[in-house]
């Protein structure tokens, strides 16, 4: 069985309290076009590198029918810039507009089988995994990257089309697993193309 979740399957349901002190089920976005559920945290570079975009994103494709949660699945003993205290002060600092959620047993993280920070999976109507990977091809630096694959696939989705490039590396720092060495994960488990 493949670590990460396959194109096609169905988006393991959860219901993970958010910054907003109330639980968000992916259930609650049954009227969602596209849903793109979002592995992050609060201190990766590639994440705070790609915040920007990922806002302006959202702002343009959230009237558009498209809905996200954020899901913050990080062990905090060894990290904990991302505890749950952490995560409220940053949505709040970002004015985020988007379910931000905590997901501390890590179990959804595994469910998802997520890699890194930040790991997409965009769902159709249906949430079916329709794309998987990156937003795009330098989340790091702003302004550098020469692809868009996030985008790309929301517009495929949004105009009835297949997605041309469903599946695609992500790019950040691994997930930090409790009581796990940072590279626990089978080489091939990283590398999804």
């Known amino acids: 069985m493949a670590f990460t979740l396959q194109l096609g ?17 992916p259930g609650d976005f049954s009227d969602a076009k596209v ?4 592995f992050t945290c609060n201190h990766c570079p590639y994440v705070t590198g790609s915040q920007d975009r990922l806002d302006s994103l959202y702002a343009e494709y959230a009237p558009k029918g498209v809905r996200m949660i954020a899901i913050n699945s990080n062990e905090t003993k060894h990290h904990p ?52 990977g990156r ?3 330098n989340p790091r630096e702003a302004g550098k990257e020469t692809t868009h694959e996030l985008k790309d696939a929301l517009d495929c989705l949004l105009a009835g089309r297949e997605v041309r490039t469903p599946l695609t590396n992500p790019i950040g720092c691994n997930v ?7 590279h626990w994960m089978p080489a091939e488990a990283c590398d999804l193309v």
Do not use: C
């Open 9 to 25: 399957e169905t988006a393991p349901d959860f219901s993970l309290p958010g910054v907003d002190g109330r639980n968000w089920p």
């Open 35 to 38: 849903l793109i559920i979002v």
């Open 81 to 132: 810039d991302d505890s749950f205290d952490h995560m409220v002060e940053r949505a709040k600092k970002l004015g985020l507009q988007y379910p931000y959620v905590r997901d501390e047993s890590q179990d959804i993280a595994r469910a998802y089988g997520a890699l890194r920070t930040p790991h997409f999976y965009v769902f159709d109507a249906d949430h079916k995994l329709r794309y998987t």
């Open 135 to 137: 937003m795009d091809n």
């Open 176 to 182: 930090k697993w409790l009581n796990k060495d940072a």
